[in-house]
């Protein structure tokens, strides 16, 4: 009775421990359920707890666990009789467990940095859980449009519509922007439309910092890919991500930019519009100026 008191002591550190590490990251662990616990043996996984049931965890552990120097400490708990091989093995690399598998590793593929093609971009980056949008989201927004496209479209985020048809636009934002193409002679096969994030934020909110250092490298790989050479941020929120600054939407508009070698231009969100009328007009001059550079290039 003292040696299964001391290992439900030990069970419960560690699980108030994970549900720290729940508080302060974001990623889930997952243990095969075919796969024998790392803290307990097959037979101690057999033998009902004192509640009568088996203790479960759901948590979050931090990635920087994977930097721990390899170590591991080994702490046995033998009982009356029972062989000295059994044991409950604590590894520091692992944050306390072996056999597990962090969400954000388990979805990606490791090689989506060498995709050379945006569906292959894609397919490897699909099941992105870096963050916490991972597991709220209908649909993972990529990007649509001409893979050799010069002039690209960005906005901050997906909203409802398009989480839930898994396309970037194609709301009434989406139609207001398809006219704005067709007034300078351009369709949405011309160009490439995507968002910074590829998820949508509950309730359409502003994207979080660690939601943009999650998915930013995933439009840098994008835009890798197609070559663009000009940017058009769609509102203010796309404008001050991209290019880290505080800036007004007003003070972006007047000013052509840079990202990653590549001219950037500002100008209001298409659902701005639809709420604000008044403001078309100024819309109308920055798409002029576009449509101007984008003859240039």
């Known amino acids: 009775m003292a040696d299964q008191k001391s290992q439900l002591d030990v069970l ?5 421990f994970l549900k720290q590490q729940a508080e302060l990251y974001g990623e889930e662990i997952y243990l095969s359920e075919k796969t024998p616990s790392p803290i307990l043996s097959k037979e101690e996984e057999d033998e009902p707890s004192s509640s009568g049931r088996q203790l479960q965890f759901s948590a979050s552990i931090s990635t920087s666990t994977r930097h721990v120097e390899k170590k591991e400490e080994m702490a046995t708990k033998q009982r009356p009789g029972e062989s000295p091989s059994k044991t409950i093995k604590i590894s520091e690399e692992q944050g306390l467990f072996e056999n597990v598998v ?3 590793e388990w979805k990606i593929d490791p090689k989506w940095h060498d995709s050379i093609s945006l569906p292959q971009l894609e397919e490897r980056i699909s099941k992105c859980l870096k963050c916490r949008l991972g597991s709220t989201r209908k649909n993972f927004v990529f990007g649509v449009g001409n893979p050799n496209a010069k002039l690209v479209f960005i906005g901050e985020a997906p909203g409802a519509d398009e989480d839930e048809q898994g396309e970037p636009f194609v709301g009434r934002a989406g139609q207001l922007l398809n006219k ?5 002679q351009l369709r949405r096969e011309d160009v490439y439309i995507c968002n910074i994030l590829k998820c949508r934020p509950p309730n359409n909110r502003d994207p979080l910092p660690e939601e943009v250092e999650a ?18 941020c769609l509102g203010r ?16 508009r007047n000013n052509i930019y840079e990202y990653e070698g590549i001219k950037v231009l500002v100008t209001f969100h298409p ?7 008044n403001w078309k007009r100024p819309a109308w001059e920055d798409v002029q100026k576009m449509r101007k550079m984008y003859d240039e290039i």
């Open 215 to 232: 998915c930013e490298p995933f439009l840098k790989r994008q835009l890798e890919i197609i070559r663009p050479k000009l940017i058009m």
């Open 237 to 252: 929120i796309a404008g001050q991500t991209l290019l880290k600054t505080n800036a007004t939407l007003t003070e972006l």
């Open 12 to 16: 419960k550190m560690i699980e108030r």
């Open 180 to 184: 704005i193409l067709a007034a300078v």
């Open 102 to 104: 962090l969400k954000s």
């Open 271 to 277: 659902a701005a519009l639809l709420r604000n009328p």
